[in-house]
């Protein structure tokens, strides 16, 4: 257990004694003191607790660990280690142009705003269909909607490799397409092998740099 | 265990809703890693604190009006 968490666990543990003082001995509330530290213990640190466990539950949500949890989502993670440099995915995973550790929710995540709160009520659809509906198979699941370039340029947007790249600036007209979510980075014939499930068995893999 | 005076009785029974809400709150934060922990620590973890903390509250605002 990592130490933020083995901390607010303790903090939580200590507020339940607290808590449980107030349970067994009631009467304390009779003095003003009393009543002061039930307002603090019954009101004020139930909230810090919720606030600090749920601050780090959303944190380790946007883990690559927490995502690829699901079964489903196994070959997905596979793909993050296709050893060829036309796979989108699986080349940011392995030159680090995401961070590892982060990998889907730095691309699959909303930038706009509120969007970690959208990306998150989207996790949520996701559970419900894989617990509550019949999920499709790996190789049949589809994005909600179309993957926005936004969320490329979130990184890419002014970055020298993108804006000064050959094909690029080929056509005068394609870099302003591409940031106005005209021209699409993915559907466009330009960077479409992102997560090829559908050929992992034939594919060679990466084993890692440790 | 539950005390006769009623002011009491209701603090110590949102006190009970709370010791379970962070009860499950702790639970989810050492061993449920997945999506799953995270709904239960949001879903029962976080609505056992609202109801704790909402019957907390309304035994507050029962006490304040029957002692005038």
């Known amino acids: 257990m990592a130490t933020p968490y083995a901390l607010i666990v303790l903090f939580i543990v200590f507020s339940i004694v607290l808590v449980s003082i107030f349970v067994f001995r009631p009467g304390i509330t009779a003095t003003r003191g009393g009543k002061i530290m039930a307002f603090l213990v019954l009101f004020a640190l139930p909230l810090l607790c919720f606030g600090l466990g749920g601050a780090t539950e959303m944190e380790h949500s946007k883990s690559t660990k927490f995502c690829l949890s699901c079964h489903i989502m196994e070959p997905y993670g596979q793909s993050l280690r296709v050893d060829d440099p036309m796979h989108l995915a699986a080349a940011h995973f392995q030159n680090h142009r995401v961070l590892p550790g982060e990998a889907c929710y730095t691309c699959h995540t909303n930038y706009a705003m509120f969007g970690g709160m959208k990306a998150k009520f989207g996790g949520l659809k996701h559970i419900y269909v894989y617990y509550l509906t019949t999920p499709p198979a790996p190789q049949d699941i589809k994005l909600y909607e179309p993957f926005n370039n936004r969320e490329c340029l979130h990184c890419h947007a002014g970055a020298r490799s993108f804006e000064e790249g050959a094909v690029h600036t080929a056509d005068p007209d394609l870099l302003p397409a591409i940031k106005a979510n005209k021209h699409s980075c993915l559907s466009s014939g330009c960077h479409e092998t992102v997560h090829d499930v559908k050929t992992l068995k034939e594919q060679k893999f990466w084993k890692g740099a440790g | ?68």
């Open chain 2, 1 to 68: 265990m539950l005390s006769a005076n009623a002011m009491e009785r209701r603090l110590q029974f949102a006190g009970i809703l709370l010791m379970l809400g962070l009860l499950v709150e702790a639970l989810c934060l050492t061993f449920g890693r997945g999506a799953v922990g995270f709904l239960i620590f949001a879903g029962v973890g976080g609505f056992s604190l609202l109801l704790g903390i909402s019957y907390y509250l309304l035994a507050l605002v029962r006490s304040g009006s029957g002692g005038h």
